[in-house]
């Protein structure tokens, strides 16, 4: 599958990149740009589907009919109220598009976990999900075009859960509002195998969300193993803007992302494979506002690894995960119970960060590993290049913090500290393992 219609996958461009989180994405797909792709093409409001673009009338139903193999789906601008998860495995070739549509979620009266036991909505908080781990979806998936309204009082569930087993396009999608019921965050998109390739692109997620003790949600769980906290505070883990799966492989690409305020990871992308994050905007996150690894169970595709002479390799500019073209600021804490943040954290296998501009204006209390840094390595790193970047550290912070041994090198890195004493060379704004050093500057002195 080629990416055409307006679809392109595009270039790194530090010009592009903007520490203005307001920047808007578009949430309108042409049908015509993808309908050559199908066999059918179905607007989900007229017969016999019939769902109801006003919004007072639930559309269940409506997508059960509509969802068919080699299928192109289409909704028209409107409001689109869902009662209970769409959930599609065994199905293939399917695009799911809208054009300015409104996805919102009945009303949540009570809340536990990620589970809605009282209200119009009822059962598990995922909106669209589609595929599993064990059987991902088959051929093509088309989906994007939709705001998803968390606006109101109560609202925020994962809008789509996609596990890809061929080609997915997922763009052109808003998350409008603050995410507060305290739940699965916006989004999890993951490639299950070596071939396999997902673009997710142009995606506003901007208002971020909220910690579950600050919601109606009543979880008590602190740990994966369901241990209680003695406080009932416990940890946010899953309220995450996007994530990845642990049993990822081939390659993700996730670009023009605009990712803010969440009490857990920003763009979590951390799986297996292959992770490319490529002109996003990313702020003031729990844990990290950029993470990511790599593994090198995928191969070359079309899309990204052709060379000139026609030829698949692994060793062009995106051999290895990347982060590039991205800017992540933190200048607040989000609530939670998180005191520190990571602006892109490289947690393991091999990467380069790249043309990546940070600034760090909010002092934690804490320092070191466990404190503010604009680029960390974690221990599973075997290899980390950073180049090309700058930072800007308003507020007593570390500009690279290392928790390996392995290969790391920073190269042409320009780090400006302003308003307290930093020091006088780069090493001074370092921590942990000591990397080596190309052309990297502190207010100008190396």
Known sequence: MTFDGGSSLGEANPANATSNIDTEVSTAIDPAAYEDRFSEVVDITDDPYGADPSGEDPIDEALMLAWEDDTLIVFPQGQYKMTQSFRRTGWRDVGLIGQNAVIRHGDVETIRGHTVDEGE???GTMLFQIGTANQPHQGELIFGGFVFDWARENAGMRGLYAMIGDRAEIRNIAFNGVHDLGTHGNMRVATMAPDAFALVDSIDMSGGGMHYTDTINTRETENYDESISEGGFGQSWSTTGIAGHPSMSGTALFQNVICGPWPDNGLYVQGGGRQIVRNCIASNSGTSNIRFNHTDDWEPIPEIDENEEGELTRDGP????TVE?????????????????RSIWHYAGEGVIRDCKITIAHESESGGAAGNFAIGTRSGVTESIIENCRISLLEPADAFYSGTSAPVTLRDVDIVAEGWDAGSSPASVMGGQTPSLESVTLNGSS
Do not use: K, N
């Open 121 to 123: 909505y009822r059962g």
């Open 318 to 321: 995106y051999g290895q995960s």
């Open 325 to 341: 073209g991205s800017v992540v600021l933190i200048d607040r804490m989000p609530p939670g119970v998180h005191d520190a943040q």
